[in-house]
């Protein structure tokens, strides 16, 4: 079962924009925070943003005053908006949720990932 769904990764210049997308399926009822990580090839999976449900957004110092993220409640989506685009955050970008299943269960979900890949 797919539980979020994300969108919008592809291949841009450097300098670049991008936005992506994710967006919660019905499976979960109640979400806490949202957070986008990436996994460069060769590398440990990293977190880039998180949206909490409360106080202030936090970015990756590599990313901040480039990306942005945002969230719609009502929509149960969160969205990384990325300016400037380098080589070096070419990576799969994958959303992750905490909240609570259908079932009142808190636990972690995690998105397919999408690849966004920045040219020189």
């Known amino acids: 079962q797919v539980h979020l769904e994300e969108s919008g990764g592809g291949l841009v210049q450097a300098g670049g924009s991008l936005r992506l997308s994710c967006a919660a399926s019905?499976?979960?009822?109640?979400?806490?925070?949202m957070r986008w990580y990436r996994q460069a090839p060769g590398k440990q999976r990293e977190l880039v943003a998180t949206?909490?449900?409360?106080?202030?957004?936090n970015y990756q110092e590599s990313v901040k005053g480039r990306f942005t993220i945002s969230r719609d409640n009502a929509k149960k989506t969160v969205h990384l908006q990325m300016n400037s685009l380098k080589p070096e955050d070419t990576a799969v970008y994958y959303c992750?949720?905490?909240?609570?299943?259908?079932w009142g269960v808190g636990r972690t979900f995690w998105g397919q990932g999408t690849q966004v890949t920045v040219s020189s």
């Open positions: 992750y949720v905490k909240g609570r299943n259908i």
């Open positions: 019905e499976s979960i009822v109640s979400i806490n925070y």
């Open positions: 949206f909490p449900s409360s106080g202030s957004t």
